[in-house]
Nanobody
Framework: QVQLVESGGGSVQAGGSLRLSCAASEDIHRKACMAWFRQPPGKERERVAAISREGSVMSYNASVKGRFTISQDNAKNTLYLQMNTLKPADTAVYYC????????????????WGQGTQVTVSS
C-alpha cells in the first residue's frame, strides 16, 4: 500500500509563496501519474496540477497556470508544488494523489491520497 505524506502548508499573505512536498513510501513516480488537488471550504475537490509517468508532461488548472509549478525528485520519491503569487482564492486543503495510469482530472479515479495540508492566504 503506497503512502503519501504532504508537508509545507501554512498561512501567507497574498502575493507570497509556499512550496508543498509529498513524500511517497516507495518509488512510484516512474509508474504513476502524480497530482495535486485542493479542496476549498464547502467546495468540491479539484485538480490543480499533474505530472505524467516519467515526468514528461505537466498539466495545470487554468486558475494556477503561470503561478504554480509541479515537479518531482525521483531520487527522493518526492513530489513538489511551488506556489507563487498566492491569492486568497488559493485557500484550501491541498492533497497529493497518485494513480497507476494516465493523468486525468477526476479525483475519484486516483487510488492513493495523502492526508492533506492546509494553505491559507490572507488579503
Amino acid at each position: 500500500q503506497v503512502q503519501l505524506v504532504e508537508s509545507g502548508g501554512g498561512s501567507v499573505q497574498a502575493g507570497g509563496s509556499l512550496r508543498l512536498s509529498c513524500a511517497a513510501s516507495e518509488d512510484i513516480h516512474r509508474k504513476a501519474c502524480m497530482a495535486w488537488f485542493r479542496q476549498p471550504p464547502g467546495k468540491e475537490r479539484e485538480r490543480v496540477a499533474a505530472i505524467s509517468r516519467e515526468g514528461s508532461v505537466m498539466s495545470y488548472n487554468a486558475s494556477v497556470k503561470g503561478r504554480f509549478t509541479i515537479s518531482q525528485d525521483n531520487a527522493k520519491n518526492t513530489l513538489y508544488l511551488q506556489m507563487n503569487t498566492l491569492k486568497p482564492a488559493d485557500t484550501a486543503v491541498y492533497y497529493c494523489a497518485a494513480r497507476y495510469d494516465i493523468c486525468i482530472t477526476s479525483a475519484s479515479m486516483y487510488n492513493y491520497w495523502g492526508q492533506g495540508t492546509q494553505v491559507t492566504v490572507s488579503s
